[in-house]
């Protein structure tokens, strides 16, 4: 079975930073696209950023570029999502989610990810 457990959210205030973490079991990553999304109170469900199964293919929302990273350990089944000069409209729940179809290429399509982690709340506050 295949889970996806994120960790690292939190109250912080605005212009903070916060990493997250998604460890993933029951299968390796290292032939998986990943990708984070988040949704806010009340909004649909966004991309925020994706990474190839190398980490050499990244891209981003562009609400979060420039103060957000992503980045994988296939070693460690890992991926994280470095979060810097935080915004009140960053508040939202994030969620890691898993291609296991391909790792290559770029897709900010949630239908095309198969797992999905069960999400971790990230508040800015003012």
């Known amino acids: 079975q295949v889970q996806l457990v994120e960790s690292g959210g939190g109250l912080v205030q605005a212009g903070g930073s916060l990493r997250l973490s998604c460890v993933v079991s029951?299968?390796?990553?290292?032939?998986?696209?990943m990708a984070w999304f988040r949704q806010a109170p009340g909004k649909e469900r966004s991309f925020v950023a994706g990474?190839?199964?190398?980490?050499?293919?990244?891209y981003y929302a562009d609400s979060v570029k420039g103060r957000f990273t992503i980045s994988r350990d296939n070693a460690k089944n890992s991926v994280y999502l470095e979060m810097t000069t935080l915004r009140i409209e960053d508040t939202a729940v994030y969620y890691c989610?898993?291609?296991?179809?391909?790792?290559?290429?770029?897709?900010?399509?949630?239908?095309?990810?198969?797992?999905w982690g069960q999400g971790t709340q990230v508040t800015v506050s003012s």
């Open positions: 990474i190839n199964w190398s980490g050499r293919t990244i």
């Open positions: 029951g299968r390796t990553i290292t032939t998986t696209r």
């Open positions: 989610a898993l291609d296991k179809d391909t790792g290559v290429g770029q897709s900010v399509d949630e239908y095309l990810y198969d797992y």
